[in-house]
């Protein structure tokens, strides 16, 4: 079968290479050009293009392309984690009109080693936002309490996650009641936050000690999550349209 023209132009199309454009030095004379034909010359002033019309020589210096290095810097949280959780392995009485400090001195798990650093505080190692949470068992509340507040307070003096229980609430005296609460906050590296009472016209209330039967079961705990980890800063090189990144670093 013959081969038609449309099949030649596109045999010859497919088998044509391109041609390189030369490159040469020094300006070129109207002599050196065709008519209607560009060439690339390197000269004093840079890469410069060339051009004959009607016998007239035209140029256009050409610019060079640069790009420049920029960083970019990102962060990423890297994840909630639960850092700690401590509970009450022993009664511990409670003072009249006298703010006291919980003895939650068994510790169930501690993943960054800040608990105890004080006696039943935990120290904050890194700076972000916490999520705390506590729950309380008290031994006879009787009537006659005003007030019985539990929360949590750190070494700025600030108290959060409070919890009131009012004499009023009960219509008898109470053997066992619970109280929790809990509380997402920023907290700084270096501050120390425990688990606090106090107890208002009352001489005989105490905390209970953890017991798991199921007949006089009741817990005294306190624990928490840090929502957000130190964050990591990555800087990302871009150079001629590549991009490097650089290890991660802690801000």
């Known amino acids: ?35 209607g034909i560009p060439v690339l010359r390197s000269t004093n002033e840079g890469m410069v293009e060339y051009i004959k019309h ?24 890297l994840g909630t984690k639960a850092i700690f959780q401590a509970h009450v392995s022993s009664k511990q009485d409670l003072a009249d009109s006298t703010e006291v400090l919980v003895d939650v001195d ?22 972000g936002i916490y999520f705390l949470y506590y729950s309380v068992a008290f031994r006879y509340v009787d009537t006659s309490m005003d007030e019985l507040r539990v929360y949590l307070k750190n070494s700025a003096g ?7 229980m009012d004499g009023e609430e009960l219509r008898v005296d109470s ?35 953890n017991n798991d039967s199921a007949s006089g079961g009741q817990e005294t705990f306190f624990g928490g999550f840090l929502l957000t980890e130190p964050k990591a800063v990555r800087k990302v090189e871009q150079q001629a349209g590549e991009e490097t990144v650089a290890p991660d670093s802690p801000l």
Do not use: W
């Open 1 to 35: 079968m013959p081969i038609t023209k449309a099949d030649r132009i596109a045999r010859k199309f497919n088998h044509t290479k391109q041609e390189r454009l030369q490159i040469s030095n020094g300006v070129p004379s109207l002599t050196d050009l065709r008519t």
């Open 54 to 77: 009607n016998n007239t020589l035209y140029k256009k210096v050409l610019d060079r392309d640069v790009v420049e290095p920029r960083s970019v810097t990102t962060t990423k949280s």
């Open 106 to 127: 068994t510790v169930d798990f501690d993943t960054m080693s800040s608990f105890g650093k004080t006696a039943n505080l935990y120290t904050i190692s890194v700076s």
């Open 158 to 164: 600030d108290r959060f996650a409070i919890c009131v």
């Open 175 to 209: 053997d066992v009641v619970t109280r929790n609460g809990h509380a997402i906050r920023h907290l700084n590296a270096g501050d120390t936050v425990g688990l606090y009472c106090y107890i208002d016209d009352d001489g005989f209330t105490d905390i209970k000690e």
